[in-house]
Each structure stands twice: as structure tokens, then as C-alpha cells.
């Protein structure tokens, strides 16, 4: 950290980065190997990759190209036996590099763009086997840390931020936290967006700077430092990433409004971050083209309406918005492992209370930032879809779609800590409390309940976790349990004292600036009246002489 950091931010993103590399950690080691979504070829590029094979290479008759994996990486389909069975255990009796597995891998993510996949495969030069995974998860999620902690940072960097603590929550959703602790760049992705999302905000304002509540104790160069690095990381992610880049500054472009953008383009020193994000960009577009990693033209069967027109593929995705969300909240495994539909609620509440506040109880300019923000969140899938469901079918996950679905959540309490937010401010602490304890009852539920999935199956009941497990993941599933109750605690306990702070710091300041402004307009009415009063004297008539 430079000198420019003061020490409370500081403090704040140590502790952030902390307690989320906890939740991250516990999450590694809570999902048996390669339960994740696509992260057996993800972890097999990696793998190859920090081994010289960037791409990998054709081999006839098979669909994708094919990675070459050391010995002791050798990998057997077996290893993901309880895929698509929710009753069977994750012991399926075979590790990856046991002997009789295959040296090599087909692996449809062989073209993706290699930056990820250097940061994370490192581990396994060192380590064997599952232990080289679980290491390699370990390191996503720390990294996923950094940029969750830079929101925690910039977004606490102003006095106005009351409400943010509530709408940062939404960044360790267990969704979003099993995800960051996987071999899988869609974790970094939205890590990334939710930093870029909050830091943009923030920088803009910096450059506004109106008002003295909304200006950030970091300097501006930090400032540009976090967008430069989350814009670069999510635009190299994945293929998509240049465009997902493109809607989220357009969308805090639109939040902010025209004043403080035109003063960031006007200013010279704006353009040394600039450079690097386009560089970033550029060099994410010419990998996908140069490589051939947007997807090819797929066949009937491998996705549903493939071939279709750019309306009906729009249409499809728009009647599926509800199942997407569902599937961001919590459609844990290879989209085989749901949660029951009351688990959803407590993340639902907690949303839909944040979500309604900000369309209810703001100024009619914020509203009409929400109405955009969950506008992009709904269209934005449906119309990629629509233009790609020709060449690829349907292919989108409610996953995704979370680096939109987590902006929903920053806007709007981004948009409710600003002044136009102040008839709301009573409720802050109260609703912040509330909203805190549901997410973290949530998390804890799917917790529980995605181990119980791999741990006894689904057909089991819940005593039998502790009294005869069929498998039992790195420290024990109850400890796990344990573990992730307690770092959740602590999690909750500490946003609220955050929330609890700002509205303190904020509530003083406006009591200040109200008692300075009473007592500058007293001091003009008693000057406006000194003055009528001189004025008056000055126009009686003046005695006449007395004569001897």
C-alpha cells in the first residue's frame, strides 16, 4: 500500500480480504474435486499450460483439442462418478492420478485466453494430484479476494456509504463465494466486475467532486490503479469479457452523469489508465480471434435452438430470466444440485428489500439509474443470445449473468448512501442488520446443504453427516460447517459495525454542516437588521438648531 492509502481504509481492506479468503478457503475444500461447473478442462488447461502446452493440439475424431497431463495428473471419468445423481456420495473410489486414468484431456476451454490459467496452475508444479487442485482453488479464491477487498475499500473510502456494507454482501453470496473458490475464470470475472463496479463509481465522483460527502479518501491514482487492474483481469477472463467491460463503465457512465465524465476525459492523466485497459481489451479480442475460442457452430444436439432467428433466441432467454436467477442464486454442481425453494427465501428478502428501497424511496433521476441497471441485468444475456443462438444454441447460466446481478445489488445501495437517499437514512442501521442476517443465514443453509449433496446424497437424512458419512472432504464436513458458521459471524458482525460507523460519521457531518448553516444565517439576519437599523437612523431628520 503506497501513502496514499489512509490507515482506517487500510484496515478495512485487510480485513475484507481476510475474512473473504476464509470463505473462499472453506468452500475449496468443502466441493469434492471437479464438482464445480467445467472445472476438470479448466483445471486440466492449467495444468497443461504452466507445463508449455498453451492450446494443446488436434487429435481426429475428437470434438476438442487435447491436453497431454502428467502422471500424476492422470484422469479418469470415474473420478466424477456423482454427477447428475443426487443420491450417490463424491466417493467414487478413484483420485486423480491413479493409475489406469488417461494421460490426457479433451478439453473444450483449451483455446481460452491463458492469463487465468498462468495464476492458478502454478501450484501444481509442486503438488500431486487432488492435493495440487484443492491448492489451485485455494489460489483463485485468494485472488478473488483482492478484488472483493477493493470494494470493501473504495466503497467505505466516502463518508456517504450507509448502505453499501448491505450491498456488499452480496459479493460473498455462496454462489458467488463457490465460484471464487474454484478452478473456473468465472469466479475471477465477477470478482473483478464487483470491484470495477464500485472503484469506477467512486473514481468518477473523485472527479466530480460537488460534494464533499461523495469524495473518496483515496487519491485518485489508487483509484485508477483498482479500475485498471479489474477492468484488465475482466475483460482477458473469459471471451466475453471486452463486452462485459463495455456495459459495466457504460452503465456507471450513465449513473454518475455527463459532468464527471467529461472532466475524466478531459483530464491528461486520465489517459495513462485508459491505455492500459484498452491494451487489456485489445489484447483479450485478438486472443479470441487469433485462437478461435468464441465457440463454433454448434450441432442440434448439443444446445436447444441452435439455428435459430435472433427474435426467437431473445424471446427463449427472456421466458428463462427466472430460472437464470435462480440459477445465480444458488443451482450448485453441474447445474445438478438445487437448493429447495424455501431455502431461496432469506436471499430473496434480503435483495428484494435492498432492491425496493432504492426504486421506492429515491429521486426520480435514481430511479431511473435502477430501472437501467436491472434493465441491462434482464436484457443484456437475451440480447448476446440473440445474436449468437444461430451458430451456438442456447448456452447461457444464470452464473453468468452474476457480474450484472451484483451491480444491481452496488447501485443500489451506492445510489441510497447518496444525498438523495437521506429520507432513508433512519432505516440504514436497522434494515442493514436484517439484511446482513439473512445472508448470512442463507449462506450457511446452502452450506450445509450442498455438503450433505456429496457427503450422504440427498436420499439421506441429515444426522447421518455426523454419524456415518460416506465422504468426508479435507477437515471433516462438520468442521467445515463449523468453521463457515463462525467466519460468517464474523463476516456479518463486521459489515454491520461498518454500516453503524458510516451512518454515525455521516449523521454528525450533516448535523455540523445543518448547525453551521443556521448559524451563518442567523449572523445574516442579524447583519440585514444592523443594517435596516442604520439605515432608518440615518434617515430621520436632523434636529434643528436651538436658537439663543
Known amino acids: 500500500m503506497s501513502a496514499t492509502v489512509p490507515p482506517r481504509t487500510r484496515s478495512v481492506f485487510w480485513t475484507a480480504f481476510a475474512l473473504m479468503a476464509m470463505l473462499t478457503t472453506l468452500w475449496s475444500l468443502a466441493s469434492p474435486i471437479f464438482s464445480v461447473p467445467d472445472e476438470n478442462a479448466h483445471a486440466t488447461k492449467a495444468i497443461a499450460q504452466v507445463r508449455g502446452d498453451l492450446t494443446g493440439h488436434a487429435v481426429e475424431g475428437v470434438k476438442h483439442s487435447v491436453v497431454d497431463l ?45 492469463i487465468y490459467y498462468y495464476l492458478v496452475g502454478w501450484p501444481t508444479l509442486l503438488l500431486d494430484g487432488s492435493a495440487g487442485i484443492y491448492v489451485m482453488r485455494i489460489v483463485s479464491g485468494l485472488l478473488c479476494s483482492v478484488f472483493v477487498a477493493w470494494s470493501f475499500q473504495t466503497a467505505m473510502s466516502v463518508r456517504r456509504s450507509r448502505w453499501l456494507p448491505f450491498g456488499l454482501a452480496f459479493l460473498a453470496a455462496p454462489m458467488v463465494v463457490y465460484l471464487f473458490g474454484a478452478v473456473n475464470p468465472n469466479g ?25 460527502g461523495t469524495v473518496s479518501s483515496l487519491s485518485r491514482r489508487y483509484l485508477w490503479l483498482i479500475v485498471t487492474v ?7 477472463a473469459r471471451a466475453t ?32 489508465g485508459l491505455a492500459f485497459v484498452a491494451a487489456g481489451g485489445l489484447f483479450s479480442m485478438f486472443w479470441t480471434l487469433r485462437g478461435g475460442s468464441l465457440s463454433g457452430q454448434a450441432e442440434a444436439s448439443d444446445a436447444p435452438q441452435v439455428g435459430a432467428s435472433f427474435v426467437r433466441g431473445f424471446a427463449y432467454v427472456i421466458s428463462l430470466t427466472p430460472d437464470y436467477f435462480q440459477q445465480a442464486i444458488g443451482f450448485f454442481g453441474w ?26 424511496g429515491l429521486d426520480r433521476r435514481s430511479v431511473m439509474t435502477m430501472g437501467v441497471v436491472v434493465a441491462a441485468a434482464v436484457l443484456v444475456p437475451a440480447l448476446v443470445q440473440g445474436y449468437s443462438v444461430k ?7 444464470g452464473r453468468y449473468g452474476l457480474f450484472l446481478y451484483v451491480g444491481v445489488s452496488l447501485v443500489a445501495a451506492w445510489l441510497l ?28 443453509g446452502a452450506f450445509f446443504l450442498v455438503l450433505r449433496r456429496y457427503v450422504v446424497g440427498t436420499d ?40 453503524a460507523r458510516s451512518a454515525r460519521a455521516d449523521d454528525e457531518a450533516e448535523a455540523e454542516a445543518e448547525a453551521e448553516a443556521e448559524a451563518e444565517a442567523e449572523a445574516e439576519a442579524e447583519a440585514e437588521a444592523e443594517a435596516v437599523t442604520a439605515t432608518g437612523a440615518s434617515a430621520l431628520p436632523e434636529p434643528e438648531t436651538v436658537r439663543a
Not at 73 to 91: G, K, N, P, R, W
Not at 476 to 492: D, E, P, Q, R
Request: proline share 4%; net charge negative; glycine share 8%.
Open 391 to 397: 451458430q451456438t444454441g442456447i448456452i447461457w447460466q
Open 417 to 444: 448512501s447518496e444525498r438523495a437517499g437521506r429520507s432513508l437514512a433512519f432505516l440504514s442501521i436497522r434494515l442493514t442488520w436484517i439484511g446482513l442476517s439473512l445472508m448470512a443465514a442463507y449462506g450457511l
Open 241 to 272: 469479457g471486452p463486452l462485459w467491460l463495455v456495459v459495466v463503465v457504460v452503465l456507471c457512465f450513465t449513473a454518475t452523469g455527463w459532468r464527471a465524465v467529461k472532466k475524466l476525459f478531459t483530464t491528461g492523466s486520465s489517459y495513462v
Open 188 to 212: 475471477i470475472e465477477i470478482a473483478a466486475a464487483g470491484a470495477l463496479w464500485i472503484s469506477l463509481l467512486r473514481l468518477l465522483q473523485h472527479f466530480d467532486g460537488r460534494d464533499t
Open 335 to 360: 447445474l445438478d444440485t438445487p437448493l429447495s425453494g424455501p431455502t431461496y427465501w432469506p436471499f430473496v428478502a434480503a435483495l428484494a428489500l435492498l432492491v425496493t428501497l432504492a426504486f421506492t
Open 460 to 499: 439421506e437424512s441429515f444426522s447421518t453427516m455426523w454419524e456415518n458419512p460416506s465422504w468426508e472432504p479435507p477437515l471433516g464436513a462438520m468442521t467445515l460447517v463449523a468453521l463457515y458458521g463462525f467466519v460468517s459471524l464474523a463476516f456479518l458482525l463486521w459489515s454491520g459495525w461498518l454500516a
Open 70 to 114: 502428467p502422471e500424476e495428473y492422470s484422469y479418469s471419468q470415474q473420478i466424477v462418478c456423482y454427477l447428475f445423481h443426487s443420491e450417490m456420495t463424491a466417493d467414487c473410489g478413484f483420485e486423480l492420478g491413479d493409475e489406469g486414468g488417461n494421460d490426457s484431456f479433451n478439453t473444450w476451454v483449451s483455446a481460452y485466453n491463458p
Open 230 to 236: 479489474a477492468s484488465i483481469v475482466l475483460a482477458t
